[in-house]
């Protein structure tokens, strides 16, 4: 178990502690559960109260409210990157040991590099390179020639399919599938034949995608999520779609075949967004909205059909008065016939 | 196979019997399809006029219905209830045998209780405890730590992660995934670094939960489902989120991180809640419907952003005639233009 | 690695050759990406002025763009069609050998024809039936009883449940789910209890169902998928819902329990179908619509509750205008008040 003094962790921090700085730190809390020996965080400025009735031992700060009364502080820059290091520090991930079980299967042309693990009812197939310390949890398929690089986390009953290329410290959650078939069909008469789907995903370095996350193999080329992106639960990726770097995609996202997402993006949980376009960078784009068309400047869109986020906000303000306003419409029309009757 | 008399029957579910009470029932069918030996039921009203026709012997009836002419009847409250213990005597679940199949991976230190099934190419790790007659199907892993309660079964492909806690009687579909890590980052500049997610899930009593379903673990401290809450397909619940007892959730809705829902709730298809907010007991929020602010008070909810189902409906209605709305009004400012130049 | 003449492939697709037909072609790529001795294809008018100057030695053409200036060219009535031929001929997807491997677990009174492929970590229990060719990849569950036809193909760590019947030339993409229990609960005071799903599911020939979808099984009866309909990735499909022939269902899409849809529709991206309603044939259902009630005559629908799309369109144009005709209305009311005052 880690242990650390107030001191010790400023360092580790590039923080500064205001009180006792040989106090020990043994573990980490929040605000309202910590005890003695805790540090803990001030997640939200609702929890400012709590600040004086805490137990822990001390409390990460911003500079700005280092004046607060309350237990000893460890004041910070960016106090949720000091929170995330203390995290790692006390209260480490779990990871399965290095070596290949005996029943994993791994094919003999298989490449591994060092501290490699590949757990219980893994699977990687011919020609699969998986660089220094890759972490293979029980029941992953690992198709024949994916490229997967040093430091990266799959978890358990993860597929990938052949020929995609994953980064390096990449996560892939449970159960997510990374490079299936994509959605293509040519059509003849009312049928639907399949285009075979020949080309690859690449994941670029620092990618952490969420737990069961589809994303199709290109019909041809590359479908591509750049470096730095980070994707959660249920969210869909089809063919050929390009995404750039550190882009954010909350759950249950839907993103349709070869669009272009920009980097520093934002899609909000359920939206979605038509095959064929391209959202620039910076934007972002409301929960549940749907953008069918290309977004070509940095802006906040909503709605479905997603427009200008300020003028969805007051057209939503009036939607719930459309029954009014018809009434007052009639009302209106009546009136102005009346005045039309008496000017005759 | 099954084979009880009516009055059997009747006694099992608290019922009465108009008609022969020795007759036999061999097993239960809809009421289009069922034949001799067969007993039905009345799913929906609409399907009032088969009950003449059906070839089943006997058919299941609330009280005031009792007079249909037809087959034998099983008079009781709750038909539903009565045909769920039909279908459970008549065509019980496949389950799979009790032991450890020699092709699973259960860890030394785990604890298993009497009469589990842990099938092949499934995975329980160290200081597991798994409570009498678990059933594990194949290719669930089960992580360090994990507690299952007695009478829980975990369909194939499931994956739980480490120190996730499963209550009694509890089902989950297969491929979801429990406790995999919230979606959560310090921003530091343009890039995203990782918060460790290091708390746990925890899942109630007589909970079920879909195929396909995401529950994330929380950051510090639980996410938790409350006890008899139904979850279906691909519903994806961020950390920390708490959710009550008693609670429904339909396939593909999505609770953002740390709201709280109530107990008795109804989350219809497709609904999305924002992160942060809690919605009251006994509240009904519609299909597709999403949710941005805090429900304090029971009450049926729809749109997005959602507002009170009625203000909702009565707006809809409006929505398809704004284009004539539209030229209404401009015909009025036409008008009004028209009589204020006589006023002059 | 495959290697044809022009005339070769022309013969192949039923096309013909502009230019030298003894012209070997050994792949095929993007029109951006070609080179010497590739076959391209033009995949959208906007790619057109590529034509002049692809590297490719052979491009695909419908008759109508013969005449433009570029390569040799492949004329043909359908070019996706020839299209995916080519990537058939010059791409070909992995498939693993036949055989039963040693890590796979195949239940003794399984049957097996011609061919089959059953790898490691797969599980196909008592009484299912495997036709020729049928591929099982990695950590796949196939339940009890469970039958699957000739030359079907089933991604890794797919879940079938019991007495599913899948048909011939299906592929089923990672991680799906087939057979799950369907949503459905007797009510009694405020606690759910389970009704047991003993149905079954029945999946067409020629059906092409994505990643992660998830098809639940039948209460009673069938769960059913018509030939030749493709469903995309993250697809819900409720208990007793049944789908005609050739529909498409693109991602994201749910349906709810008992509703039928009809042959050749389309449901776009995360559209939402209630449950116990129709869908006529032929029918287009836009992204994110949602719909609520039965649709009787064919037709293209949007919105949620999803009406007729020419109305819908109309309707959308106005919503930004919203706040801009109430002012304008405000206005009005103003103006008439004041003709009013002036009548009297």
Known sequence: MAEKTLEELALLVGGRVIGDGSKLVTGVATIEEAGPGDIT???????????????ASAVILPEERAGIEGPDKLVVKNPYMAFAEMLNLFRPTFMPPAGVHPNAHVHEKAV???GVSVQP??????????????????GVYVGRAVEIGDDTVIYSNVSI????????????HCNSVIGSDG?????????????PQTGIVRIGNDVEI???????????????????????????IAHNVKIGTDTVIVAQVGISGSTKIG??????????????????????????????????KKGVFSGSPAIAHNVWLRAQAVISKLPELKKRLEDLERRIKEIESLEQ
Request: one cysteine or more; hydrophobic letters at 40%.
């Open 41 to 55: 965080f001030l997640a939200s400025p609702k929890y400012t109260a709590f600040i004086k009735t805490t137990k």
């Open 112 to 114: 591994l590099g060092k």
């Open 121 to 138: 009812f893994a699977f990687v197939d011919e020609g699969a390179r998986l660089g220094d310390n890759v972490k293979i949890f029980p």
């Open 161 to 172: 399919r052949e020929g995609s290329k994953i980064g390096k410290r990449v996560i892939i």
């Open 183 to 195: 959605f293509g069909y040519a059509k003849e008469g009312a049928r639907y034949h399949k285009i």
């Open 210 to 236: 969420g737990a069961s996350v589809t994303i199709d193999r290109a019909t041809v080329g590359e479908t591509s999520v750049g470096r730095g992106t980070k994707i959660d639960n249920l969210v869909q």
């Open 263 to 296: 980097s520093r993006v934002t899609l909000a949980g359920q939206a979605g967004v038509v095959g064929h376009i391209e959202i620039a960078d910076d934007c972002i784009v409301g929960a549940q909205s749907g953008v069918h068309n290309d977004i070509k």
